[in-house]
T-cell receptor, first 109, second 114 residues
């Protein structure tokens, strides 16, 4: 089993749609979690951290389920500019950060 | 507000040539990392450093070397370039390796080995 697994997609959604991605992780001792966004041929950029109580940043909501070992990202009212690859990132205790392979999202007009 | 700076942005090498990919950060981060990303694939950790003078291997270190003489700089060395090393290389840094310290990335070096 991979340490961090994501559905590669692609997810094709119309503008204005709500879309959700899940990511599972294998190390139950993992301490911190992030979602990154990566545009084509660009560097990954931090989208948001994921907190135990769940957190929201505008149209983006992140959730953590420690019991089932997954995190999720919900995007409401999708925009064309949301088209990108979304990387799930898990940081177990210590320095080692594990990046998922990413979920591709295409938002169409 | 430079953040993480990588040079060069593009490079073409011949098989067997050597080169150094430069990475510098101005955020006073202790931790620095080198990743490679092949087309359509995820990031793979090559080497990392937890501070000046301390480096260690990641998932795919073969064919690469690193050094960390200062907090700011973390160069990656390819000694004998091979076609399998054609990839995009990202350098990243974080304040520490502890919880809730995200990594910040440079904009990458696109390397082709022909």
């Amino acid at each position: 089993r991979k340490e961090v697994e994501q559905d590669p997609g692609p997810f094709n959604v119309p503008e204005g749609a709500t879309v959700a991605f899940n990511c599972t992780y294998s190390n139950s001792a993992s301490q911190s979690f992030f979602w990154y966004r990566q545009d084509c041929r660009k560097e990954p950029k931090l989208l948001m951290s994921v907190y135990s109580s769940g957190n929201e940043d505008g149209r983006f909501t992140a959730q953590l389920n420690r019991a089932s070992q997954y995190i999720s990202l919900l995007i409401r009212d999708s925009k064309l500019s949301d088209s990108a690859t979304y990387l799930c990132v898990v940081n177990p205790r210590g320095f080692k950060t594990i990046f998922g392979a990413g979920t591709r999202l295409f938002v169409k007009a | 507000n430079a953040g993480v700076t990588q040079t060069p942005k593009f490079r073409i090498l011949k098989i067997g040539q050597s080169m150094t990919l430069q990475c510098t950060q101005d955020m006073n981060h202790n931790y620095m990392y080198w990743y490679r990303q092949d087309p359509g694939m995820g990031l793979k950790l090559i080497y990392y450093s937890v501070g000046a003078g301390i480096t260690d291997k990641g998932e795919v270190p073969n064919g690469y070397n690193v050094s960390r003489s200062t907090t700011e700089d973390f160069p990656l060395r390819l000694e004998l370039a091979a076609p399998s090393q054609t990839s995009v290389y990202f350098c990243a840094s974080s304040y520490s390796g502890t919880a809730n310290q995200p990594q910040h990335f440079g904009d990458g070096t696109r390397l082709s080995i022909l």
